[in-house]
């Protein structure tokens, strides 16, 4: 069974122009995620989508990487733009393709591959990445909800989709996807020059305390 794990090259994050440019761990976080992919040892294609010449320049230095080209709202996160901004999965002959967020530097490449062992396990309508939210929740008048327990958010680390559906999955919404529960601690996306400080604290504290 052909698969494909693709990059989103997007350079912005939500309130930070060219974050995903900036310094990250010795390199950047575009480059931090596509190190994370050449070195996954897995039996996948492995592509960066690519919506301009700064990104797949950077992509370029890993050779085991393709590029494709990807719109400008490749970095959006509106579910009213999610058929536009995934528009080049459809150029890929691979039959399951895993796309992942350069945002979320603490998820490593072995998830990614256990996200898609998963999938071909128990074939779910599609896989979207999500964490655990815990209330109490309210109503948008103030009013209470009823259900107990967490709440379950999709956060746009990655998702899981099957090319015979792509088409009905890309128009549709992430609820009839099955939600993979990240833990809270490597679920922290990079959206501002903060968080990046943060994320890379965190990182390089996991990498000490493996060392010893």
């Not at 990104?55 to 590029?67: H, M, P």
């Not at 970095?75 to 945002?103: C, M, Q, Y």
């Not at 815990?134 to 948008?140: E, K, R």
């Not at 909800?145 to 088409?167: C, H, K, W, Y």
Request: glycine content about 6%; overall charge negative; some cysteine.
């Amino acid at each position: 069974m052909d698969i494909a794990i693709v990059l989103s090259g997007h350079r912005h994050g939500k309130r930070g122009a060219d974050l995903m440019l900036r310094p990250f761990a010795e390199s950047t976080l575009l480059e931090h995620a596509m190190g994370k992919l050449q070195g996954l040892d897995a039996p996948c294609a492995k592509y960066v989508a690519c919506a301009d010449r700064t990104v797949k320049n950077l992509a370029s230095q890993f050779d085991e990487l393709r590029t494709i080209r990807a719109s400008h709202l490749l970095g959006w996160v509106d579910a009213d733009a999610t058929a536009k901004r995934f528009s080049h999965l459809r150029t890929l002959p691979e039959t399951h393709i895993l796309v992942v967020n350069p945002a979320f530097p603490l998820v490593e490449a072995d998830l990614w591959w256990q996200v898609i062992e998963d999938f071909l396990s128990c074939s779910p309508q599609g896989i979207v990445s999500a964490e655990a939210v815990c209330g109490p929740f309210y109503l948008a008048g103030g009013q209470p909800l009823t259900q107990e327990g967490p709440e379950f958010v999709g956060n746009d680390a990655f998702m899981l989709i099957s090319r015979r559906s792509i088409d009905r999955q890309l128009t549709s919404s992430t609820a009839d996807f099955s939600p993979y529960i990240l833990s809270a601690d490597i679920a922290r996306s990079v959206e501002s020059p903060h968080d990046l400080v943060a994320a890379e604290a965190i990182l390089t504290l996991s990498r000490l305390e493996l060392s010893v």
